[in-house]
């Protein structure tokens, strides 16, 4: 599929600018709906300039009914699309509104070619692919409908297996730690202890034992995570350790007040409700994030 670029070719605010980051800073892909029955960037660029005062059209591409893919900013610009989360998110709108209905067969191939293309460009995976509605603080239903289906279609084959690496696997190695299992070094190695670990993941949880990371393995990580917070007696295991080599406390499998601590600071420095308790939101920025050291 041609992706069209107009990143030069749109209205812009004529003094404000967004500004820049590097591309490898983003961590999910944001799906949207225009929540228009019609629609163009053209037209979507000069609402968000001319009423909102936006320096320049919030997403980074636009996907148009006939399927036709348009890019409006470059991945490096931090527009506003996604609230909390704009640093660190790309945004991809869909024209139309999907409230009742889901989008049509040739936009939802192209969202389709689009993410994959993305995520293979920014090495996520489809779990770090959102929905509007589904970011932090956001109060929308945007884009309409379930973006599961989405990320179920982009899992439909094995996506890490032994041998790989890179960030896709640090958010494996990230997941597995979240879900109690020890899997060695954060380092985005796909090896011989990440597959073993994995291995008796999907034993534990009775999956198919194969040491592949797909679309049901996923699944099962996501639903085995705890929400951890200060309790007595305190919570304790190796998900508190990967939440505190994160939030830079002590890595002593406690769940105490210094982790508390450092938790409230993590979340601060998120931009995200600092109440010290590791819940989904936190979860995500934690699973989304780098290596650890």
């Known amino acids: 599929m041609k992706i069209i670029d107009l990143t030069g070719n749109l ?4 003094t404000k600018r967004y500004r820049k980051r590097l591309v490898r800073t983003i961590t999910d892909i944001t799906i949207h709906h225009s929540g228009t029955e019609r629609g163009s960037a053209h ?7 001319n009423k909102n005062g936006w320096p320049g059209i919030g997403y980074h591409f636009v996907i148009e009914q006939d399927g036709a893919i348009i890019k409006t900013n ?9 609230g909390q989360v704009n640093a660190v998110s790309a ?7 999907f409230s ?3 989008p049509g067969t040739e936009q939802w191939d192209a969202l389709v070619f689009l993410t994959k293309k993305l995520l293979h460009e920014l090495g996520l995976s489809p779990d770090q692919v959102q929905g509007h509605c589904e970011q932090p603080g956001a109060s929308t239903v945007c884009p309409g409908f379930s973006t599961e289906s989405l990320r179920r279609c982009l899992m439909g084959s094995p996506v890490l297996k032994r041998g790989d690496r890179g960030a896709g696997v640090v958010r494996l190695q990230k997941k597995l730690m979240a879900s109690g299992v020890n899997s060695g070094p954060v380092d985005g190695l796909f090896g011989v202890l990440t597959e073993t670990a994995l291995r008796h993941f999907q034993k534990v949880r009775r999956l198919r034992v194969d040491g592949i990371y797909g679309a049901e393995t996923n699944e099962a990580l996501s639903a085995s995570r705890r929400v ?8 304790k295991g190796i998900d508190v350790i990967l939440v505190q080599m994160t939030a830079g406390a002590v890595p002593d499998s406690l769940f105490g007040p210094a982790t508390q601590a450092s938790v409230r600071a993590y979340q601060k420095t998120k931009k995200i409700a600092s109440d010290g308790i590791v819940g989904p939101v936190t979860w995500r920025m934690i699973l989304n994030g780098k290596a650890l050291p």
């Not at 470059?74 to 996604?82: D, E, F, G, R, W």
């Not at 945004?91 to 509104?97: K, P, V, Y």
């Open 11 to 14: 209205p812009r605010h004529q």
């Open 100 to 102: 009742s209905h889901g």
């Open 91 to 97: 945004g991809i709108c869909l024209t139309g509104n």
């Open 74 to 82: 470059t991945l490096s610009t931090v527009s506003y699309h996604a």
């Open 43 to 49: 037209s979507f660029a000069s609402y968000h300039v």
């Open 228 to 235: 951890l917070q200060r309790l007595s007696p305190m919570m």
